[in-house]
């Protein structure tokens, strides 16, 4: 398994112990190529020296609303990014990013207009992967779901970066995913 994104797959501020890693410890076997700031577009952009894997698992979004990105240039990426994994034959798994928070973020993010309407275009995303999802075109894990469902913000180093327990908690919610999955 192959796993693509941004700073929550790589493990920024918890030393790379990030969901992936508890995930390779319950035995799963996955390459990590999680990037702190790894954008949508930026992530096509690698995809061209990408080799074949069975399952790809990707995590992408949040640094593109971060930085201002519209919800139609985000799906545009992601659109072009399912259409060059289609080649692989390979199963695609997508997991949407949980909401942000201000529980824990720095008082200068929170009158950013780019963070404030953050959730909202997290929100579109991740009814836009259900409906992928409908039609047979990838799987999705929903981060964005969990955290409608559990208050995640405590876990939130920065109010975007899990610490290692909300690590652990996705790493298990995932589990159950992929097992049902693969």
């Known amino acids: 398994m192959c796993a693509l994104g941004d700073s929550i797959f790589a493990g920024y501020m918890v030393d790379g112990k990030s ?17 702190n700031g790894l954008t949508s577009g930026e992530l096509l952009n690698q995809l061209k020296n990408i080799k074949s894997y069975d399952v790809f698992l ?10 201002g990105y519209s919800i139609d240039r985000v799906i545009s990426n992601i659109v072009d990014i399912i259409k060059m994994l289609m080649l692989f034959n390979a199963r695609i798994i997508f ?18 207009e780019q963070f404030n309407s953050v959730n909202a275009k997290l929100f579109e995303l991740n009814d836009f992967f259900k409906v992928l999802e409908s039609k047979n075109y990838i799987n999705l894990i929903s981060f964005y779901d969990l955290s409608e469902k559990k208050d995640i913000g405590k876990y939130l180093l920065d109010g975007i970066h899990p610490d290692k327990e909300l690590h652990q908690i996705l790493a298990d919610y995932s589990e159950d995913y992929l097992n049902e999955y693969l």
């Open 95 to 112: 997991c949407s990013p949980y909401k942000i928070s201000f529980e824990t973020v720095s008082e200068s993010l929170r009158y950013f």
């Open 58 to 67: 990707i995590h992408i979004g949040m640094n593109d609303f971060l930085n």
């Open 19 to 35: 969901l992936i890693y508890y995930l390779q410890k319950k035995g799963f076997d996955i390459d990590n190529y999680g990037v």
